[in-house]
T-cell receptor, first 115, second 113 residues
Framework: DGGITQSPKYLFRKEGQNVTLSCEQN?????MYWYRQDPGQGLRLIYY???????QKGDIAEGYSVSREKKESFPLTVTSAQKNPTAFYLC??????????????FGAGSRLTVL | DQQVKQNSPSLSVQEGRISILNCDYT??????FLWYKKYPAEGPTFLIS?????DKNEDGRFTVFLNKSAKHLSLHIVPSQPGDSAVYFC????????????FGTGTRLKVLA
């Protein structure tokens, strides 16, 4: 089955620690995205990558870093510089439709809690 | 500055009736719009999309309407079913190959049996 796998599903971190969230897709999509969901704030874009070895900052990139060394992988590191890291993190990839439809497919998410 | 707004945080509808979820945007460069449905602790799932060259798109019980002059889109669900109870997000992207998708804050729909 094709899809996006995020791991771990739940993660606890002490303040001051960096943590990396994994995102792997076997959909052969070129573009991948990271969003953060907080209560009442919808989904906010952290980083996105349209092609291997290239990525762009989203609206809330401060305190986060990414890499895109392989087409199928787009890990997100939450650094100690991120002031409020407790959130639900969602990874997505984009299908470029032949009819012009460009749909994001999401993973199941990772919940990060800072203790 | 919130470029995509869903001003109703929640909506309750009786089973079998129509659910109408609204979304407003401020960026006139947005040319592609999507609706997603989300259950707690899961990723959003795609429902329906519309390009700015259209004003209506239909898929089964779901219809999306786009009013470009008002910068407004709406999702109609007819008839509403209890399984439709979820949070619904609208999203928008600009043309020109940017593919940066901006999401609204979501509307929680509750369909009452």
């Amino acid at each position: 089955d094709g899809g996006i796998t995020q791991s771990p599903k739940y993660l606890f971190r002490k303040e001051g620690q960096n943590v990396t969230l994994s995102c792997e897709q076997n959909l052969n999509h070129d573009a991948m995205y990271w969003y953060r969901q907080d209560p009442g704030q919808g989904l906010r874009l952290i980083y996105y990558s349209q092609i291997v070895n290239d990525f762009q900052k989203g609206d809330i990139a401060e305190g986060y870093s990414v890499s895109r060394e392989k087409k199928e992988s787009f890990p997100l590191t939450v650094t100690s510089a991120q002031k409020n890291p407790t959130a639900f993190y969602l990874c997505a990839s984009r299908e470029d439709g032949v009819s012009g439809a460009n749909v994001l497919t999401f993973g199941a998410g990772s919940r990060l809690t800072v203790l | 500055d919130q470029q995509v707004k869903q001003n109703s945080p929640s909506l309750s509808v009786q089973e079998g009736r129509i659910s109408i979820l609204n979304c407003d945007y401020t960026n006139s460069m947005f040319d592609y719009f999507l609706w997603y449905k989300k259950y707690p602790a899961e990723g959003p799932t795609f429902l329906i999309s519309i390009s700015s060259i259209k004003d209506k798109n239909e898929d089964g019980r779901f219809t999306v309407f786009l009013n470009k002059s008002a910068k407004h889109l709406s999702l109609h669900i007819v008839p509403s079913q209890p399984g439709d109870s979820a949070v619904y997000f609208c999203a928008a992207s600009e043309g020109g190959g940017t593919y940066k998708y901006i999401f609204g804050t979501g509307t929680r729909l509750k369909v009452l049996a």
